[in-house]
């Protein structure tokens, strides 16, 4: 299966935009931030798409947005929003399009990550308390794991590093 056209999947917070940036670059491959394309696409941020139009039109956009880009670009690392892979049959383009990685974190690591100023930028987390964020981040986890577990391959732990998904790409 061709390694050029990588999509990274997982929860927000798992670090799909930080360790697919240095991925990337490892792996010569230019770096795609799904949610940034369709932030260009929209004119507007994530959080404004959500707070104008909701969720439904988002994921509509995002599946758009996903099928344009695997329709004109050969080669590419691409960072998911955490939803992606969850939607829209999203999942049916990745697998048949490229290899797919799970970047899969504990629900107490990605609280840890997100409970500060995290979730501010991530509408589906936003505006909850400490204990509603956990639950959440852990509802999420257990819905999503059965999307996510159908990727190619699963990069496991709480410390993550780019080193660890690309011996995992290798062997
Ligand atoms: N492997 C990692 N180890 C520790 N912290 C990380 C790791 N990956 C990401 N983070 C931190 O978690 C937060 C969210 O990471 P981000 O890459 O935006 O996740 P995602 O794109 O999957 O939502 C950032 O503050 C980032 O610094
Ligand atoms: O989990 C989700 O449904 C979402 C995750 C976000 O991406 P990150 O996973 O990069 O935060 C972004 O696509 C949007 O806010 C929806
Ligand atoms: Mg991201």
């Known amino acids: 299966m061709t390694t050029d056209r990588i999509f990274l999947m997982g929860m927000p917070g798992s670090g799909k935009t930080t360790l697919g940036k240095g991925l990337a670059a490892y792996l010569d491959l230019p770096f ?27 994921r509509k956009l995002e599946a758009k947005v996903l099928r344009n880009l695997v329709a004109n670009k050969d080669r590419f690392l691409m960072s998911l929003g955490g939803g992606t892979p969850c939607y829209m049959e999203n999942l049916e383009v990745l697998k048949k399009e490229g290899k797919s990685i799970y970047m899969e974190v504990s629900a107490q690591e990605l609280f840890k990550r997100l409970h500060g100023s995290g979730a501010s930028k991530r509408p589906l987390l936003n505006g909850k308390s400490q204990d509603q964020l956990l639950k959440e981040l852990e509802d999420k986890l257990n819905v999503r794991n059965s999307f996510y577990r159908q990727a190619d391959l699963v990069a496991k732990g709480d410390n993550l590093s780019i080193s660890e998904v690309l011996k995992l790409l290798n062997d």
């Not at 929209?42 to 959080?47: A, D, K, S, V």
């Open 32 to 58: 795609i931030d799904l949610d940034v394309e369709i932030e260009l696409d929209e004119g507007r941020t994530i959080p404004e798409i959500f707070e104008q139009y909701g969720e439904e039109y988002f």
